[in-house]
């Protein structure tokens, strides 16, 4: 909580999270995000990226984050981005599902 993020910009890489990059990226809903301000992003203020299962190095099958609940979102501020300021993207899945995170 508490925290500025300006000017952020994308990157080269081919990883599609750094070339629309999110100020804020945030894979796990179930998460208190308080009192933030974000200005200037390329194109997403706050990025909830909520998939059926972790990717990455953090890889697993034992825990939904799409079933999980959304935990706090209060008194967020983003402005002059790019493209959005909050974006909920599901990868193609059916969607966000909130449950407890099991399967």
């Not at 990717?55 to 099958?61: E, F, I, L, V």
Request: glycine letters at 10%.
């Amino acid at each position: 909580q508490y925290n500025l993020a300006v000017y952020t910009r994308q990157s080269n890489s081919l990883l599609n999270p750094d070339i629309q990059p999110g100020s804020f990226w945030i894979v796990n809903p179930n998460n208190i995000v308080q009192h933030n301000a974000v200005a200037g992003s390329t194109h997403f203020g706050f990025w909830y990226r909520v998939l059926q299962n972790p990717d990455g190095p953090s890889r697993t099958n034992s825990y939904c984050p799409n079933g999980a609940p959304m935990g706090r979102f209060f008194n967020n501020s983003a402005h002059s981005n790019g493209l959005y300021g909050i974006w909920l993207f599901t990868a193609g899945e059916k969607g966000w599902i909130p449950r407890d995170g099991s399967r």
